[in-house]
């Protein structure tokens, strides 16, 4: 069966607006893979180009802005879908640290930056949904959207084989990949410092009751999972 | 991946396009990387504008080469003993970090690092030993038609002017690395060296102390993709024999 992939992307890329249009085909046969651009064109969404050059302009000077909205059709075999995508990915830098933000909210990380009182351990830090760490514990794929053959994704216990696929783009071979990844709930949350963003290093930018400080990030040690995705580490 | 990007001040607007010559030139390409592929190893072909660059992978640890090179590049990777590469030709005892012989071209990396990154990000010179001379041209380069252009090396050319040399009886012999980075924010250059097994992480001026002496012409390594805000490029490297104290 064929792949094909009809995209629009706006993408702001350290000062520079780069707006792409692709439209692609991909084939797997007897074990070979080949895409290659098409001719036929469809009718795509705008994508708010004003939206990314109003994020990007707001964060304002930073190591690497980097802010993308963009639209896609994707087609295989009978099955047609459309995705809609908008990213942040932003590092602030104030030395020695390096901080790294994959949300929208930028301004309050350079905020807390700007006040942190240095580098403290805590027993316990707490990690928001949004914030994604490789955490070391029991984990599930929750059911959502298709995957790059139009599969549903469906709620699986990560274990062994994923068995979704992921294409980051149409001249890319699909590769197995969990999605939607959270660790299964477990234990008793408790208060503890939250992790506003993470820190290269293994580390994380974390919120004390107000106070701002830098901790090493324990990924090995889970200690509970809430149902909204929050972790205790 | 073939297409046309336009820029107008500081926007792009890029639409990929299908160029038959371009993909004819690539297929070429890898037709010849084809018949020339090791049947024991992990083997990455790519062609870029009819260009041709071979990854070869085993046991662990990779060779980026060519058609014309790979045959030649190929021992590399199947060097024995390559876990205990110290060297100790009559020394008393082993110092805890012994000098560094960067054979193979290999000290091309390590200068990829602490002056070719720099000079890319416009990040002051500190001073180098006299005796040594890096060609590291920077220009603007793009991995596809969608990316920004970057200020990017095209080559690393190390070489070295009456350079001193005494070949010590205890040192590591690098034969091959895995990869490096230089973080702009320390100033701290990472080398992971593949063969034999060690990481070496030192500011540049730090290296450039440590830079003790070369012998010999620049050497062909094999070989350098280097990936910068996502975009991998491939780089010529070249550099001397070279010998730098040992990193703490």
């Known amino acids: 069966m064929i792949y094909r992939k009809w995209g629009r992307v706006v993408r702001w890329e350290n000062g520079t607006l780069v707006r792409v249009d692709e439209a692609g085909e991909a084939r797997e046969e007897n074990g070979v893979f080949t895409a290659q651009p098409i001719a036929e064109r469809v009718?795509?969404?705008?994508?708010?180009?004003?939206?990314?050059?109003?994020?990007?302009?707001?964060?304002?000077?930073?190591?690497?802005?980097?802010?993308?909205?963009?639209?896609?059709?994707?087609?295989?075999?009978?099955?047609?879908?459309?995705?809609?995508?908008?990213?942040?990915h932003v590092a602030l830098t104030r030395k020695p640290w390096r901080v790294l933000v994959d949300d929208f909210d930028v301004a309050s990380v350079a905020n807390a930056l700007q006040k942190c009182e240095g580098e403290r351990d805590f027993e316990h830090v707490l990690v928001p949904p949004h914030i994604r760490i490789d955490a070391n514990c029991a984990k599930e794929q929750m059911p959502g959207g298709l995957d790059g053959y139009g599969r549903p994704i469906e709620h699986r216990r990560v274990d062994g084989e994923p068995p979704n696929v992921y294409r980051p783009s149409y001249r890319v071979r699909p590769v197995r990949q969990w999605m939607n990844v959270r660790a299964i709930p477990f234990g008793t949350m408790l208060p503890a410092p939250r992790v506003l963003a993470l820190v290269d290093g293994g580390k994380a930018l974390v919120d004390d009751g107000g106070r701002v400080f830098v901790t090493r990030l324990r990924v090995d040690r889970v200690t509970a999972a809430a149902e909204s995705g929050e972790m205790l580490l | 991946m073939h297409g046309i990007a336009r820029q107008h001040g500081n926007e792009i607007v890029a639409t990929d396009a299908r160029d038959d010559a371009l993909v004819a030139a690539?297929?070429?390409?890898?037709?010849?990387?084809?018949?020339?592929?090791?049947?024991?190893?992990?083997?990455?072909?790519?062609?870029?504008?009819?260009?041709?660059?071979?990854?070869?992978?085993?046991?662990?640890?990779?060779?980026?080469?060519?058609?014309?090179?790979?045959?030649?590049?190929?021992?590399?990777?199947?060097?024995?003993?390559?876990?205990?590469?110290?060297?100790?030709?009559?020394?008393?005892?082993?110092?805890?970090?012994?000098?560094?012989?960067?054979?193979?071209?290999?000290?091309?990396?390590?200068?990829?690092?602490?002056?070719?990154?720099?000079?890319?990000?416009?990040?002051?010179?500190?001073?180098w030993p006299d005796w040594l001379r890096v060609d590291c041209p920077i220009e603007l380069r793009r991995a596809s038609f969608s990316d920004v252009p970057l200020r990017r090396m095209t080559r690393v050319v190390v070489s070295q002017v009456d350079a001193p040399f005494d070949l010590p009886n205890e040192r590591i012999d690098v034969h091959l690395v895995r990869g490096g980075?230089?973080?702009?924010?320390?100033?701290?250059?990472?080398?992971?060296?593949?063969?034999?097994?060690?990481?070496?992480?030192?500011?540049?001026?730090?290296?450039?102390?440590?830079?003790?002496?070369?012998?010999?012409?620049?050497?062909?390594?094999?070989?350098?993709?280097?990936?910068r805000e996502g975009q991998e490029l491939a780089v010529g490297s070249y550099a001397p024999l070279i010998l730098t104290r040992g990193f703490a």
């Open chain 1, 43 to 88: 009718a795509l969404p705008d994508v708010d180009a004003a939206w990314v050059v109003e994020t990007a302009r707001a964060i304002g000077e930073a190591e690497r802005v980097v802010v993308v909205a963009g639209v896609a059709i994707h087609e295989f075999g009978d099955v047609r879908w459309q995705e809609e995508t908008r990213r942040v």
């Open chain 2, 26 to 127: 690539c297929e070429a390409a890898i037709e010849q990387m084809r018949r020339v592929v090791p049947s024991d190893a992990r083997v990455r072909l790519v062609s870029r504008n009819g260009d041709a660059t071979m990854t070869v992978e085993s046991n662990g640890v990779s060779i980026v080469t060519t058609p014309e090179f790979v045959a030649a590049d190929m021992p590399l990777l199947s060097m024995e003993d390559r876990h205990s590469c110290l060297s100790s030709g009559g020394g008393t005892g082993k110092s805890a970090c012994p000098p560094l012989i960067w054979r193979n071209g290999s000290a091309a990396v390590l200068l990829h690092e602490a002056i070719g990154h720099p000079r890319e990000l416009g990040i002051p010179e500190i001073e």
């Open chain 2, 181 to 227: 980075a230089y973080d702009p924010l320390t100033d701290v250059v990472t080398i992971d060296v593949a063969v034999p097994q060690l990481t070496i992480r030192a500011t540049r001026a730090e290296i450039s102390a440590a830079l003790l002496g070369a012998q010999g012409e620049p050497l062909r390594y094999p070989g350098v993709v280097c990936s």
